[in-house]
Every structure is written in C-alpha cells, then in structure tokens.
C-alpha cells in the first residue's frame, strides 16, 4: 500500500531565505509525482508534475526533484516570499491506480 | 478558458440528511475524480468517473455515489450524513488520453458541515 509522507509538518522562514521541502513514498511504481499549493480553505493549485521518467521539474522560483528507487521528492523554493505562505502537498500517481495518494502537507509561513 | 468549478461553496447539513455537490470539468477534460479533505489531512480519493461510469473507488462506503453527465460534469452523492462527513470535497479533472501521466486540476471545493 503507497504511504505518502512530508517532512516536516510545518516551517517557518524569514523572507528571501531559499527552502527545501522533502516528500517520501513506499512504493517506487509511480507514473508522476506532482506537488500542490493549497491556500486555508481553498481548493489545490497544481505547482509543478514530474513523470516518473523525469529528473527534475522547474517553474519560476521552484524547482522539484524526483528520486523513484530512494522514494523521494524535494520541492525547493528560491527567494522566499511572504505570499508563499501556503500548505504545500504532493502526491504520487500509482501503476496500477488512476488515484493520487497525498501527503498531509507542509504548512509554510515565510515572515515579511 | 474556465478551469474546474464546484458548487455550492459552503453548506450545512444536519445529521442524516442527504447532499449533492456538483463539478464542471475543465474544459476539454472528460475525467472527473471526488476526494474529501477532511481538516489538516491530505485529501483522500472517493471514485473517479469517465464516460459516464464509476471508473474506481476509494475506501467509502456505499453512502457516497456519483454519477457523470454526457457533458462530462459530475455529482458526488452522500447519503444519511454523519458528523465524520465533514470535510472539503474537492472535485479534480483531467484527459484520458493523458490518464496515468496527464496532471489532475482541482476545484475550488466545496465545504460541508454537518451537524
């Protein structure tokens, strides 16, 4: 059974610092990785989607990585901003399964 | 190019009572998938419909259907609420075609209480 886990539950920085946030999965058979900003009370906006053939994804100021045979995924952000305050998800796309497995999230607080 | 929409936004409901939550997919997107986001968890998958049919399902009871119109919009279903039930429904679209690598976008959600 896949198990999504983020570490840690929550962060706090100061604006500009750059950050790593980490994501673990159990079962390496994935078809992509994708990561999510949620807003308090809003519904997901989709940040970046890595194909399980892929290295790395980049937009803007984030970049995420993927690593299939150690279980993991990094999304880093560059430059910090207070407006990136947000819950930052991700979630695997099994093989045998058209679902996503999330995490519990990462609640980040960047302070002006 | 109007992205995934659900209604209501809000609602109350009273325990035992039954719900109807709606999406419109994305457009150009002929799948539809419900999860529930129950407060500070990650959202969890109910089932996912493509032309017109239950697709797969998650770990929900019977209590929770949907069904799927010709024009792709959809309906989640949750019968004799319980006070468990509370929780964002988020309804997610995507393309078959692109099914296991295409990206999933989500709605807005819609936010239930039941008391």
């Known amino acids: 059974k896949q198990e999504v886990t983020q570490i840690p539950a929550a962060l706090s920085v100061p604006e500009g610092e750059n950050l790593v946030l980490n994501c673990s999965f159990t079962d390496s058979a994935i078809y992509n990785l994708q990561w999510f900003r949620q807003d308090p009370g809003k519904g997901l906006t989709s940040l970046l989607l890595?194909?399980?053939?892929?290295r790395e994804q980049t937009s803007g100021r984030l970049n995420a990585s993927l690593d299939k045979s150690s279980g993991r995924s990094t999304l880093y952000i560059a430059a910090s901003q207070p407006g990136d305050s947000a819950t930052y998800l991700c979630a695997v796309r099994g093989g045998a399964t058209n679902k996503l497995i999330f995490g519990t999230g990462t609640l980040l607080a960047v302070q002006p | 190019d109007a992205g995934v929409t659900q209604s209501p936004t809000h609602l109350i409901k009273t325990r035992g009572q039954q719900v109807t939550l709606r999406c419109s997919p994305k457009s150009g997107h002929d799948t539809v998938s419900w999860y529930q986001q129950a407060l500070g968890q990650g959202p969890q998958f109910i089932f996912q419909y493509y032309e017109e049919e239950e697709r797969q399902r998650g770990n929900f009871p019977d209590r929770f259907s949907g069904h799927q119109f010709p024009n792709y919009s959809s309906e989640l279903n949750v019968n004799a609420l319980l006070l468990g039930d509370s929780a964002l429904y988020l309804c997610a679209s995507s393309l078959v075609q692109i099914r296991n690598t295409g990206e999933l976008f989500f709605g807005e959600g819609s936010r239930l209480t039941v008391l």
């Open positions: 890595i194909q399980s053939s892929q």
